[in-house]
């Protein structure tokens, strides 16, 4: 099942293209790994601001690693909404 990101994405956030590429991923490439991204690897910005391209920001996952994050940060932000702790 493909995870969606309805309880960080209220409204649909657009990642920032460069001439085709997005720039989260170049930045990550140029920036923080000097390397091409793998074919597995996600680049996930931590303050979940898809625009917020700082490299301060960013943190180069395994794709089902970031996966199974933003099923635990959403259990606990839907656990904050209804119950309040
Ligand atoms: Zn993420």
Redesign the pocket.
């Known amino acids: 099942m493909r995870y969606r ?1 309805s309880v ?1 994405y209220p409204q649909r956030q657009k990642y920032k293209h460069n001439k085709g590429k997005y720039v989260h991923r170049d930045i990550a490439e140029r920036k923080i790994l000097f390397r091409k991204l793998r074919k597995n690897e ?1 680049v ?2 931590i303050d ?1 601001d898809c625009r917020n391209n700082d490299p301060d920001n960013l ?1 180069v ?1 395994k794709y089902q690693d ?1 996966i199974n ?2 099923k635990i940060m959403d259990r606990c932000i839907k656990r904050c909404l209804l119950t309040g702790s």
């Open positions: 990101f960080y996600i996930h910005h979940h943190c996952m970031h994050l933003h």
